[in-house]
């Protein structure tokens, strides 16, 4: 099987999977990795190209929030395409790598292919699909959009958001500034920081307008005291 017949195997697959996602974690946004890593593919020739695809596609098949880290499915279906041992070690590697939960504000990615997926995907994490992606993810889990009574925690801790992630209390505009307003910061490859500095502004200026609306200079304050 060539890599054009691999590669569609594998987005079969993918859009199966997640057919019935309504957080945010849908086929569409797996597209829109794939597109963004093979942006950032384009400005780094030495990376492997199979490798960032084959782990573009499939980085979320096996997220923690959605199966509870029980699956193995994307180690399962690359044996099942025979796709060579090397290759899958360096897609899940790459995979098991870019999780928020695990790179947390410093990360320390293992390889050039780990830290394109990184970009790639914390890129539709912020901006325009950022923004809907939070709402969606928050309403998937019940959150409330926002309580202007809730700050956002004095400290950054990796465990509390971990476990936040699963189900908590928070309200969905708290996420802003636990995670997506830092990811311009950590971005991993000269492509990715290019294109995050847009996605960033674009954020920040939905949070002024937001506030701006309901008169909240305490919280317009913390945004730009932040950020």
Not at 20 to 25: A, C, K, N
Not at 82 to 101: P, Q, R, T, Y
Not at 147 to 165: K, M, S
Not at 195 to 202: K, S
Request: overall charge negative.
């Amino acid at each position: 099987m060539n890599k054009t017949e691999i590669l569609c195997q594998v987005r079969d697959f993918v859009k199966s999977h997640h057919a019935h996602d309504y957080s945010g974690h849908d086929f569409e946004h797996v597209k829109r990795v794939v597109h963004l890593a093979d942006k950032i593919l384009a400005d780094e020739p030495l990376a492997d190209a199979l490798v960032v695809e084959l782990a573009a596609w499939l980085h979320d098949v096996d997220d923690y929030k959605q199966n509870n880290g029980e699956t193995n499915n994307a180690e399962r279906l690359l044996i099942q395409l025979n796709v060579s041992d090397e290759i899958v070690k360096a897609v899940l590697l790459a995979i098991d790598s870019i999780g928020f939960s695990k790179t947390g504000y410093n990360p320390q990615l293992p390889s050039l292919e780990a830290k394109i997926l990184y970009d790639a995907d914390k890129l539709d994490a912020i901006g325009a699909s950022g923004i809907a992606r939070t709402f969606a993810y928050g309403g998937n889990k019940c959150r409330p959009l926002f309580l202007p009574e809730v700050l956002p925690p004095a400290t950054l801790d990796l465990e509390a958001y971990r476990q936040n992630a699963l189900t908590g209390t928070n309200h969905s505009i708290i996420h802003f500034f636990e995670k997506l307003l830092r990811l311009a910061a950590l971005m991993q490859t000269k492509t990715g920081q290019q294109l995050a500095r847009e996605r960033q502004q674009l954020m920040i200026t939905f949070l002024e307008n937001f506030f701006c609306e309901q008169d909240l200079s305490e919280w317009t304050k913390l945004l730009h005291e932040n950020f």
